[in-house]
């Protein structure tokens, strides 16, 4: 995001922006059926046909803030989720970004060693938490032990 008050400044737009534009339309109750924001990154579930007019009327701003939409009737990702509709169920994984690095912390650093140690733990539950397939948490599994690897 660049600048160290961009978090803040793009969760207090976008709250501002969902109090006076997004909540207000009739057409936002009765088609959105979930909203869920994280500073700047959004997703929706919506029913009907007119979701690209509503997300055009968010456009529609006289500050030149655009919000980008990835439309799927299947799949979408959330910050480090993939979300999946099998069924009538939401099923998740882990999402990694295509320019995502292999950032974890080198074991060889100066970083004391209970926190070196915790590491794997941490990364191991929360694909154990994010996750909802034994399948997924398996294939990731085997992925963040390679990074592991890699890292030292």
């Known amino acids: 995001m660049g600048a160290r008050c ?10 501002w922006r969902e109090e006076s ?3 207000k339309p009739k057409a936002f109750g009765e088609r959105c059926q979930k909203w869920l924001r994280f500073i ?3 997703v929706m579930f919506w029913t009907g046909e007119d979701c690209n ?8 701003n006289p500050f030149n803030i655009r919000l980008t939409s990835n439309l799927s009737r299947t799949s979408v990702e959330f910050l480090d989720l993939k979300l999946s509709l099998e069924g009538l169920y ?3 994984t882990l999402y990694r970004k295509p320019t ?11 970083h004391p060693r209970h926190l070196k140690n915790g590491i794997p733990t941490g990364q ?3 694909l154990k938490i994010n996750c909802s397939l034994m399948s997924d948490f398996h294939s ?10 890699h890292r030292g």
Do not use: C, W
């Not at 007019?53 to 529609?60: E, G, K, P, R, V």
């Not at 690095?101 to 080198?106: A, D, K, M, P, V």
């Open 140 to 149: 990731e599994d085997k992925k963040l032990m390679d990074r592991f690897r």
């Open 100 to 110: 995502a690095t292999n950032s974890l912390l080198h074991y060889s650093s100066f």
């Open 40 to 42: 700047d990154d959004i």
């Open 124 to 126: 191991f539950l929360r």
């Open 53 to 60: 007019q509503f997300i055009a009327d968010l456009n529609t």
């Open 21 to 23: 534009v997004v909540y």
């Open 6 to 15: 961009a978090p803040s400044y793009a969760n207090v737009f976008l709250g």
């Open 90 to 92: 939401v099923v998740t």
